[in-house]
């Protein structure tokens, strides 16, 4: 009994050792946040609100916490530190680790292996009003308050679907406009509480999990393929992509894509993916029921690379007869991921059908918006489709037309 009273002595005051320090840190940490929060609070009084009311400032998160204390007056604003995401990770590892395996970590690599980019007016650039505004996301080592604004940082904000807004929507990846007006957006619209509905959130964050990432990926090309007639038409896209070369070979783009997660060609991890999904469909709907339509619409991918193989095919048609000029500044093939300033009418008609209508037409059909899949999406990759084929008949000989 005695031995282990002086035991439980020797532990109390080994604590009060360990808390005092911490103790006094904490009031002169306090005491100092008062002095950037009195002088804040004059000249940006509504950050300071928002701070004050957010959950972390309830939680005893400082300014200082975040910016420092290098500064203190008016004179040295720029000694704040305003690299923040590295400090998010210091109280928040699990969300941080979770966002870096997932695809919004790769969202600022991935924008510069497109050197188009670089044809952007400098001064969008540096107004972050180019590819920058929304890829920022995956910036130095993640810009959490995407999502989370600054500075309430709040839960609540980041699970409404609103928060993927400024990005996920307009004319290139309209998810946003696709989810709102499909089935699920409008039932959660009607009833937002009980979540009858599913958001971004509920198929995208499944319990909280930050590292965003889906089965297809936006160019819905993936290796390898089992069925042999959509082999056919995946190698014609991925030839004339630059992905694989004459002989079928991964060229380094394919290998650099592959590393980036834009293609996938690990179908043990696709297939992982896809079973997640159905589970989370399954919360609401029958696993079969969700696991037959998410199968329809990889039916509809099929369809889509058919008309967009065929599409390539006559063009290439042209260029092996030397009807039209190949462009020689590329060894292999047009470059269907660059995203301006195509070499002829022809390629442009390609560059439409395969990043615009494909694209708006696999964002319809996985989220089930019929309008997007079929007005927005087929009806406008067959006409452009249907463009190709009378452009090259132009080209042609009377005899071969
Ligand atoms: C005496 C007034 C004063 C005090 C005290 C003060 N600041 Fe500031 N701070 C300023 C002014 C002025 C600016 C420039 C803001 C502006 O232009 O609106 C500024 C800017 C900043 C910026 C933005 C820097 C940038 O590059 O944009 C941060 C972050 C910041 N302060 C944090 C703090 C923190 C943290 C403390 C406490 C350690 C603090 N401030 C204490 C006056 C003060
Ligand atoms: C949880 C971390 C965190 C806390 C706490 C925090 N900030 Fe910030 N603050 C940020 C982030 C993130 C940015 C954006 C930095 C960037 O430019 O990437 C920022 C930017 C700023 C800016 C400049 C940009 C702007 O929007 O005006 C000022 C000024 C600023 N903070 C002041 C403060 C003051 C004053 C406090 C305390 C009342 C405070 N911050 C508390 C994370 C924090
Ligand atoms: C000094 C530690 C610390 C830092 C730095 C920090 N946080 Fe926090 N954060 C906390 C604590 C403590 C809580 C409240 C307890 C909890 O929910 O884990 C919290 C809660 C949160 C929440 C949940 C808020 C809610 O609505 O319930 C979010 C979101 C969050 N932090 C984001 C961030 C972001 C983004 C950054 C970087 C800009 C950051 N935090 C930096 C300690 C920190
Ligand atoms: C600041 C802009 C921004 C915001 C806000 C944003 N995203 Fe993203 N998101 C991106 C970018 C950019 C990419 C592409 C990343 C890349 O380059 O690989 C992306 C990719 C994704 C992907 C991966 C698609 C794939 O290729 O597998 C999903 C899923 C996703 N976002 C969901 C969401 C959800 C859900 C929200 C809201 C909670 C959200 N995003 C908010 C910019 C954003
Ligand atoms: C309005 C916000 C926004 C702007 C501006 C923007 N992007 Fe994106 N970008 C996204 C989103 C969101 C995604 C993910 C879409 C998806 O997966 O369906 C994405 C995806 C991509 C991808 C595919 C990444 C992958 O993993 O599949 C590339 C490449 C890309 N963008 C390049 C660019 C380039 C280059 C620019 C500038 C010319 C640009 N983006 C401008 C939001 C934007
Ligand atoms: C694309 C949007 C998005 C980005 C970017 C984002 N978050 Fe979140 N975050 C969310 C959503 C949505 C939730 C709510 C998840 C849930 O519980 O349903 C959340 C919740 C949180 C929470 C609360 C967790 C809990 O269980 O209470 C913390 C902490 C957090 N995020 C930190 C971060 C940090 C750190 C980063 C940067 C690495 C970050 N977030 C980036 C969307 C985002
Ligand atoms: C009912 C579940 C569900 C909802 C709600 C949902 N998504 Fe998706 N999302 C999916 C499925 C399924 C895919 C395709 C997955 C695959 O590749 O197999 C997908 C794919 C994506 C992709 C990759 C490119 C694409 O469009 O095919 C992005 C980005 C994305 N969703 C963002 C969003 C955003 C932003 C919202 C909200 C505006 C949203 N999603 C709402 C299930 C959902
Ligand atoms: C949070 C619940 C919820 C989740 C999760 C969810 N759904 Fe739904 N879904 C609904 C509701 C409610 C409807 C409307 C049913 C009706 O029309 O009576 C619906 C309708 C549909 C429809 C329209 C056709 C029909 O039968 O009405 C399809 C297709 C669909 N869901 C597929 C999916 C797939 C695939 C997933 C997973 C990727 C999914 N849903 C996830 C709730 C959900």
């Not at 957006?185 to 499944?206: A, I, L, M, N």
């Not at 469909?281 to 037959?292: V, Y």
Request: hydrophobic residues 35%.
């Amino acid at each position: 009994m005695e031995s282990r009273g002086h035991t439980g002595w020797i532990y109390t005051i080994g604590l009060i050792l360990i808390i005092l320090p911490l103790n006094l840190q904490g009031v002169s940490a306090k005491e100092g946040n008062l002095t950037c929060v009195s002088c804040h609070e004059k000249i940006n009084p509504n950050l300071v609100v928002s701070w004050r009311e957010s959950p972390m400032a309830q939680h005893g998160v400082t300014c200082i916490d975040c910016h420092g204390s290098h500064h203190k007056s008016a004179e040295d604003a720029v000694r704040a530190s305003l690299m923040v995401g590295r400090l998010c990770e210091k109280c928040h590892p699990t969300e941080m680790a979770q966002f870096k395996s997932g695809k919004h970590a790769q969202a600022w690599a991935s924008v510069y292996k497109f050197k188009k980019v670089l044809e952007l007016p400098p001064e969008m650039i540096d107004a972050e009003e180019g590819c920058g505004g929304c890829h920022s996301i995956g910036r130095e080592d993640g810009q959490c308050d995407s999502c989370h604004t600054r500075h309430s940082f709040a839960k609540e904000e980041a699970r409404k679907p609103e928060a993927c807004l400024p990005c996920h929507g307009g004319i290139n990846h309209p998810q946003w406009e696709i989810w709102r007006s499909s089935k699920h957006g409008v039932v959660y619209s009607v009833d937002p509480k009980k979540e009858r509905g599913p958001t971004c959130q509920t198929c995208h964050f499944p319990r909280g999990d930050h590292g965003v990432k889906t089965a297809w990926s936006l160019l819905a090309l993936r290796l390898p393929e089992e069925d042999r007639e959509w082999v056919g038409y995946r190698k014609t896209i991925l030839k004339w992509l630059g992905l694989i070369d004459q002989e079928g070979h991964p060229t380094d783009l394919l290998n650099e894509l592959q590393m980036k997660g834009i293609i996938h060609v690990k179908p043990e991890e696709w297939t992982q993916f896809r079973e997640e999904m159905v589970e989370i469909c399954g919360n609401c709907h029958g696993r079969l029921f969700a696991r037959e339509k998410l199968g329809q619409r990889d039916a509809i991918v099929k369809k889509t690379d058919q008309l967009m193989a065929e599409a390539i095919q006559i063009v290439e048609n042209l260029y092996q007869k030397s009807i039209l000029a190949r462009p020689d500044v590329r060894p292999i093939s047009p470059d269907l991921l660059g995203l301006y300033s195509p070499p002829n009418p022809l390629e442009e008609k390609l560059w439409e059908m395969f990043l615009r209508h494909r694209i708006i037409l696999l964002h319809g059909a996985f989220h089930n918006n019929p309008d997007y899949t079929s007005n927005h999406g087929w009806v406008k990759l067959k006409a452009a489709y249907e463009d190709v084929k009378r452009m090259a008949k132009e080209f042609l000989p009377e005899g071969e037309k």
